[in-house]
C-alpha cells in the first residue's frame, strides 16, 4: 500500500482512466483544443508522446490536458517539499602565538566564509610550554582577527582564558 493514496495527485485520471466523453482539451502549449471525443484526445497525447491528464474533473465536460505527467508530478512534489532551515554550528579556528602572518590571514578568509554561511566561529589560540609566558601575544593576534572580521561579525564572547587556550566566538551579523 502506497502512503498518502488520498492525495489530489493520486486522484487525477490520465490516459484510459479517463472514461467520460466528450473533454474539453488544452494542448501542451496551453492552447485549447475545444471540446473533443476522448478517444481523439487520447491519440492526440499518444502522437505527442506525452500524457492525456484530468485537470477539473468536476467542470462539465472535464478539463483534460496533454502534458508529461511523470514530468508534471516531480514538478508537484518538489514544489511541496521544503528545505530544512540551516542549523547553525559552532566552527573553530586554531591558532597559536608563533602562528605567521600568512597563515593567519588564511584562517582569517576561512572564518569569512563559516561567517557567510551563517555559522560561528571559535577563535582558539593554544599555549604550550614556555608559550604561557606570551599570554599577551595570543592576545594581540585574537584582537587582530577580531579586527580583521568586524565587518561581517560580532563579538559574541570577547577573548578570555579557558586552561590552555584563550578563546573568543564570533557570530554572524
Known amino acids: 500500500m502506497r502512503p498518502n493514496d488520498n492525495t489530489p495527485q493520486s486522484q487525477q485520471r490520465i490516459n484510459d482512466q ?3 466523453t466528450p473533454i474539453r482539451v488544452v494542448n501542451y502549449d496551453g492552447e485549447m483544443l475545444g471540446v473533443i471525443p476522448t478517444a481523439e484526445a487520447l ?3 499518444r502522437e505527442a508522446g506525452l500524457d492525456l491528464v484530468e485537470v477539473a474533473p468536476t467542470e462539465r465536460p472535464p478539463v483534460c490536458r496533454i ?5 508534471f508530478k516531480y514538478q508537484q ?3 511541496h517539499s521544503t528545505k530544512p532551515p540551516h542549523q547553525s554550528q559552532i566552527k573553530e579556528i586554531r591558532l597559536r602565538p608563533k602562528t605567521g602572518e600568512h597563515d593567519i590571514e588564511f584562517k582569517v578568509k576561512r572564518a ?3 561567517l557567510a554561511h551563517k555559522d560561528k566561529v571559535k577563535v582558539n589560540i593554544l599555549f604550550r610550554g614556555r608559550e604561557h609566558a606570551h599570554q599577551n601575544r595570543g592576545k594581540e593576534i585574537l584582537d587582530d582577527v577580531i579586527v580583521q572580521l568586524q565587518d561581517v561579525a560580532k563579538v559574541e564572547k570577547p577573548p578570555g582564558m579557558e586552561g590552555r587556550m584563550m578563546t573568543a566566538v564570533l557570530a554572524p551579523k
Open 18 to 20: 479517463i472514461r467520460i
Open 112 to 114: 569569512r566564509d563559516f
Open 67 to 71: 502534458m508529461d505527467f511523470g514530468k
Open 43 to 45: 491519440n492526440l497525447a
Open 77 to 79: 512534489k518538489k514544489r
